[in-house]
């Protein structure tokens, strides 16, 4: 590590962070006038988005001013990602806006570190519903401080999975395709609105699937939580050469580990791919 600072230290300083920014976000929902616009014409923001983003970006340059940082609101520039020589957190200051605008509970601050383009610590806060799960290289996952392992599924069948969908609706069909190739190979959908959430509930059990085509801010911290809980994790698409596979979001799938290579083949099928 580039940094004096321990994994532990470095763990424990971005679940203070995820807490703290939770709690920013909490108070801004319920006690505030919701401000919200829109980014590149169809992507909701709110005010609280900005508000929580600066926080952590601000205390993460504070405390690590070598270190560079990839946040969805005030520095996403996915060239970040390709870059290899300092230490790289990655944040998402709410993720599930939209859930977070319409009053719902599924919404999560969620915080990774990365290193040498491999994640090794994440947080996934959920200020609504009270859970903090929590993800160390090596350690094991948690979640609200016991820990927590994948359901063990077995049959895509009997499995429940999860999805989302762009912002964009120009490109629907492949979406569409693989859903429906879902839909008829697994026991059914369930669409939560929070990639980070998706994962963390294959981590702990409450879902055995889940893919998607996602930004790095919106998984990294998750998928290493699902790895921790014993979940496999990795791409139903080809990687890009040179790029880390921890940070890429293009189809994107986490499964208990028995469903991976079914799961897997019925994506591809539907995707077209060879």
Not at 142 to 171: Q, V
Not at 217 to 222: E, G, I, K, P, V
Request: glycine residues 8%.
């Amino acid at each position: 590590m580039s940094d004096t600072a321990s994994l532990q230290t470095i763990t424990d300083f971005a679940e203070q962070l995820a807490r703290e920014a939770g709690e920013l976000i909490r108070r801004e929902r319920e006690e505030n006038t919701l401000r919200t616009d829109y980014k590149q014409q169809s992507e909701l923001v709110t005010h609280a988005d900005v508000m929580a983003d600066e926080f952590i970006t601000g205390a993460i340059r504070d405390r690590f001013p070598g270190h560079r940082i990839l946040s969805e609101e005030t520095m996403p520039d996915l060239s970040q990602a390709e870059q290899l020589d300092t230490p790289l957190w990655v944040i998402d200051p709410i993720d599930g806006t939209v859930n977070y605008a319409y009053g719902h509970p599924q919404v999560a601050v969620s915080i990774a570190y990365a290193d040498q383009g491999r994640v090794r610590a994440g947080i996934v806060h959920a200020p609504f519903s009270g859970e903090t799960f929590r993800g160390m290289e090596g350690e094991g996952a948690t979640l609200n401080g016991k820990t927590i392992r994948h359901s063990g599924a077995t049959n895509p069948r009997e499995a429940l999975f999860a999805t989302g969908f762009p912002y964009a609706k120009d490109h629907l069909k492949p979406l569409v395709d693989r859903l429906e190739a879902m839909i008829r190979n697994c026991r059914d959908l369930r669409r939560i609105g929070s990639a980070a959430l998706d994962i963390c509930w294959v981590a702990c059990g409450r879902l055995d699937i889940y893919y998607e085509n996602v930004s790095p801010w919106d998984f990294a911290a998750a998928r290493l939580i699902a790895l921790e809980a014993g979940a496999t994790a990795g791409h139903f698409g080809d990687v890009p050469a040179g790029y880390p596979a921890d940070l890429y979001g293009r189809d994107i799938l986490i499964t208990a580990p028995e469903l991976w290579a079914p799961v897997r083949t019925i994506l591809r099928t539907a995707s077209g791919y060879q």
